[in-house]
């Protein structure tokens, strides 16, 4: 599970909807809040990025595609360190698509860190889910996303 308190989902989300008919992205920090589950993590704070992808063609462009920079993952974590927060997931938008990860998603997504996938039609952020490596990399399962005061 992860936790997000709503007003960091807001600025999330207005993050990307800002960033839309293009994918945005964001990087969350914070740490397990559970003793022994580490896959239930609350969020502490969102640091929004820009989509550094460059397109190569049409078919891939930053209408479908993003990229967040090593230098801004390093930095992010860097930060979060000094806090004692680790980086508990990666954020971004699919503009007029659902909140599933695409193929491309996986291919490039890593086990142990949440990929929140928000949906945002028509410049409006619809629908946000969750989603988790499994450990022989080969699919995502979903994890409940749980908004707190
Ligand atoms: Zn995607």
Redesign the pocket.
């Known amino acids: 599970m992860l936790t997000i308190p709503k007003p960091l989902f807001e600025k999330m989300t207005r993050h990307l909807e800002a960033g839309y008919p293009y994918?945005a992205c964001g990087i969350l920090v914070g740490e397990t809040d559970h003793p022994t589950d580490p896959r239930t993590r609350l969020v502490h704070d969102v640091v929004l990025v820009a989509n550094a992808w460059e397109a190569v063609n049409e078919r891939e462009s930053q209408h479908n595609r993003?990229l967040i920079s090593p230098d801004e993952y390093v930095r992010a974590d860097r930060a979060a360190s000094k806090r004692g927060w680790d980086i508990v997931g990666v954020f971004?938008s699919?503009p007029d698509h659902p909140s599933q990860?695409?193929e491309?998603?996986r291919s490039q997504a890593w086990p142990g860190i949440s990929y929140v996938?928000v949906s945002v039609c028509d410049g409006k952020a619809t629908n946000a889910r969750s989603w988790l490596l499994r450990h022989e990399r080969d699919a995502f399962e979903e994890e409940e996303i749980r908004l707190v005061d």
């Open positions: 994918e993003y971004h699919h990860p695409s491309m998603d996938i």
